[in-house]
């Protein structure tokens, strides 16, 4: 969607064709319109925003293949997400976008993908599986490791049981707390990671999560030998014009709205290295 800065400031009206709840706390709408178009990239947002209320920057779910919807997934923790979560089909909600940086999935053609996502931090990372699945051949060895609080917090359950069928496709899901219906792995995320076997030097990862998680997997990856500029993270922050002019997403000299949400780790090694998390 190739649109000049001002026209981005200002919100189109989209319509919600459908709402689903994913989890007690996360769903998923649909949003069409007749007038604007559905192009993005894997890895981008937009900027949600309710009439009257406010706005929000919520990653783009849904697959960037001729996509005919905006799809996002939403977690109700602020006063604007919780307004969404009780709106309806045929409702209409506000658009900014799509903003920011994307996963470098053509860069990685030829390579070995390793995705590992924490949470809600699959959302950004689904658009990446479904390109990565409707051009299987051009990659090699693919794995997904997926962490969540609980078995009832896990993100598209009947999407990753179809993912987890294909025999081109590593797939290895994790909860922080087991019960007697799950029959699974429980434990943190990296934990995950000596359960796939990969060429190191030949390997590009992709991921997104709180940032507690993704400090303990970039180290376990950097011990591993992977390279700093072939692991690449989405940040997450409270962004507000999207088009890097308030500075509310700064981080050093970088402004995740517009320079991300999708970082090289090089990009942000300082960040992490020196944070207390």
Request: glycine share 8%.
């Amino acid at each position: 969607m190739e649109t000049n800065n001002f026209d981005k400031i200002l919100p189109k009206p989209f319509i919600v064709k459908k709402f689903k709840k994913e989890t007690h706390d996360t769903f998923t709408i649909d949003l069409i319109s007749k007038s604007s178009k559905f192009d993005f990239k894997p890895g981008q947002f937009n900027m949600l925003y309710l009439f009257g209320i406010g706005e929000v920057p919520v990653s783009i779910s849904g697959n960037a293949q001729n996509a005919k919807t905006f799809i996002h997934t939403i977690r109700s923790v602020g006063t604007v997400t919780k307004k969404i979560s009780k709106i309806k089909s045929g409702s209409v909600i506000g658009v900014r976008g799509p903003f920011g940086s994307h996963w470098p999935i053509e860069e990685a053609k030829g390579k070995n993908i390793l995705i590992i996502a924490g949470g809600i931090g699959l959302a950004p990372l689904r658009p990446v599986i479904y390109n990565i699945l409707d051009q299987r051949k051009s990659f090699n060895k693919v794995a997904l490791l997926y962490g969540a609080r609980s078995m009832n917090d896990i993100l598209y359950y009947k999407e990753l049981e179809t993912w987890r069928a294909k025999l081109d496709f590593d797939l290895h899901v994790t909860v922080d707390r087991g019960d007697k219906n799950w029959r699974g792995e429980v434990g943190v995320v990296t934990t995950l990671i000596k359960k796939i076997s990969m060429d190191w030097n030949n390997t590009i990862a992709f991921i997104c999560g709180p940032e507690i998680m993704m400090r303990f997997v970039l180290e376990e990856l950097l011990d591993l030998g992977m390279k700093e500029n072939e692991i690449y993270i989405s940040m997450e922050r409270n962004m507000k014009c999207a088009v890097g002019i308030c500075g509310h997403c700064q981080i050093g000299k970088e402004f995740v709205c517009k320079d991300g949400p999708v970082f090289k780790f090089s990009r942000m090694k300082d960040y992490f290295l020196k944070r207390e998390l």
